[in-house]
């Protein structure tokens, strides 16, 4: 089955800074790439996701990168806030039911 | 008007028990699912349901059992209750399972339930 590795587990940055988030991926079929923000105590919400046949989105101040040769993906964000301090998910969507595998989280802080 | 909404919100209960979440969704989506949310955030799934079908299961003790009556509904019900069980359950709904097209995997959360076993 996928196996999605995320780094790093915690990240901190100050306000104003970018913020980089690596994910690999190892099923090679995978073909979807959503990335879930979860604030304390609140649900995971998509903030962003790209399609396999997609290199590079943008949304404002977020976005992400898939290279599909190295099995990478990547999130970024710019001008970091302190209320994108959250836990933040990669994962990778695969097989014939497109099952939503997750990396491990990043705790992302932004320091005011 | 919640679109995915689970119940109970919060869970405390003793070792052996069993208990029962209930999870219902408005969207008209056709897929639901349970994850399981450990102490170290980690978000597995458990199981998936299209359209009142089983069609993902993964290693998950036979205590846990999920009920699909109709597709806007999914409950999961786990017998002889352990610590271990402690974490936060999400149900969650996605449009299609197994359509690639825009938006057919984007999956919505409900608000969890903590489960704390004593």
């Known amino acids: 089955g996928e196996n999605v590795e995320q780094h790093p587990s915690t990240l901190s940055v100050q306000e104003g800074d970018s913020a980089v988030i690596k994910c690999t991926y190892s099923?090679?079929?995978?073909?979807?790439f959503p990335w879930y923000k979860q604030e304390l105590g609140k649900r995971p919400q998509l903030i962003i996701d790209?399609?396999?046949?997609?290199g590079e989105k943008k949304d404002q101040r977020i976005a992400v990168t898939l290279n599909k040769t190295a099995k990478h993906f990547s999130l970024h964000i710019t001008e970091t806030q302190p209320e994108d301090s959250a836990v933040y998910f990669c994962?990778?969507?695969?097989?014939?039911?497109?099952?939503?595998?997750f990396g491990t989280g990043t705790k992302l802080q932004v320091i005011p | 008007d919640t679109a995915v909404s689970q119940t109970p919100k919060y869970l405390v209960t003793q070792m052996g028990n069993d208990k029962s979440i209930k999870c219902e969704q408005n969207?008209?989506?056709?897929?639901m699912y349970w994850y399981k949310q450990d102490s170290k955030k980690f978000l597995k799934i458990m199981f998936s349901?299209?359209?009142?079908?089983?069609?993902i299961n993964e290693t998950v003790p036979n205590r846990f059992s999920p009920k699909s009556p109709d597709k806007a509904h999914l409950n999961l019900h786990i017998n002889s209750l352990e610590l271990g069980d402690s974490a936060v359950y999400f149900c969650?709904?996605?449009?299609?399972?197994?359509?690639?097209?825009?938006?057919?995997?984007?999956?919505?959360f409900g608000a969890g339930s903590r489960l704390t076993v004593l």
């Open positions: 349901y299209n359209n009142k079908e089983l069609i």
């Open positions: 099923d090679s079929a995978s073909n979807y």
């Open positions: 994962a990778a969507t695969s097989g014939g039911y497109q099952k939503v595998t």
């Open positions: 790209i399609r396999s046949n997609v």
């Open positions: 969650a709904s996605s449009p299609w399972a197994g359509r690639a097209s825009l938006g057919a995997n984007v999956l919505t």
């Open positions: 969207l008209g989506h056709d897929t």
